[in-house]
């Protein structure tokens, strides 16, 4: 049997067996919907969104080791002002960590959305790490 054929078949019992909703299941099929469309342009934004997570959290490591490069450089200082410092670097680090290891789960999730091997490029040119 062809394609046609089963189309055909389908719709009528569809219609003999009185399913509510007939017309409205024949007129698009299941096949054209837009559903694993939408799926695509959540991956590709939650990709985009752990890309820029990861490059937030190298930065404030940057910003958190050059603070305490410049705490044991010059000022030695002690106490209070120094643990702020250092706790701002762990916290920096563990979120640089986390990041890191939720961006290969985003990049599975897209790919098997359907985001092509250009769309990842794009991506990586766009929210450079």
Known sequence: MN????VLLTALALL??????AQTAL?????????GGDALVESREALRAARERVADARQE???AELGYRKLTQRNRQRGEPRMQIVKRLDDAR???EEAEAALPVA????RRAGLSPGEFRELEAEVPL
């Open 107 to 110: 990049m599975e999730n897209a």
């Open 61 to 63: 490591v940057e910003i």
């Open 27 to 35: 007129a698009q099929p299941a096949s054209l919907d837009n559903s």
């Open 3 to 6: 394609r046609s054929t089963l």
């Open 94 to 96: 563990a979120e640089l």
């Open 16 to 21: 003999g067996l009185g399913y509510p909703n």
